[in-house]
């Protein structure tokens, strides 16, 4: 457990997204189908097409970050190896009901990290909570123009 998470949501796998990618890449393969027949290096594509899916399929279902906690301004990421790391939510995160995407600046990374989190990746209650959550750090961010 992290040092400060009060509140820890377990990530699980997504249905809905899973099914969002496979939409998405066979769409993708029926506009380059016809495709193939004219230009023969396109042939190439249904090919990358099936690797791209396999690759987003992983991510969505072996996530690198099992846990989330938070603690007052911070977002603690709790690694498959045990490990915790800190980062700070950023203003551009997109909170919807159905949907979050957490966009976290962690120190020790070069990028910042993008989570996509739709409802049944993290249930119901944690998916409020943490909506509820990265509302209120947004809020808080935001200093009102105060006239003297």
Do not use: Y
């Not at 992290?2 to 990530?11: K, M, V, Y």
């Not at 249904?46 to 989330?68: G, N, R, T, Y």
């Not at 976290?104 to 959550?133: N, Q, T, Y």
């Amino acid at each position: 457990m992290g040092r400060f998470a009060s509140h820890l949501l377990a990530l699980r796998p997504s249905v809905s997204l899973t099914a969002f990618l496979f939409v998405g890449h066979g769409v993708a393969m029926a506009a380059v189908w016809p495709l193939m027949a004219v230009v023969p290096l396109l042939w190439l594509l249904p090919v990358l097409l099936l690797i791209s899916l396999a690759v987003q399929c992983w991510k969505v279902w072996h996530p690198p970050v099992p846990l989330l906690g938070m603690e007052g301004r911070t977002l603690q990421l709790g690694m498959a190896d045990g490990s915790w790391l800190e980062g700070l939510v950023l203003a551009h995160s997109v909170v919807l009901p159905w949907l979050i995407v957490l966009h976290i600046r962690i120190d020790r990374c070069r990028r910042d990290k993008v989570f996509v989190l739709p409802i049944d990746a993290l249930g119901k209650e944690s998916h409020r909570m943490l909506r509820r959550w990265v509302l209120w750090q947004s809020q808080e961010r935001v200093v009102p123009n105060q006239k003297p």
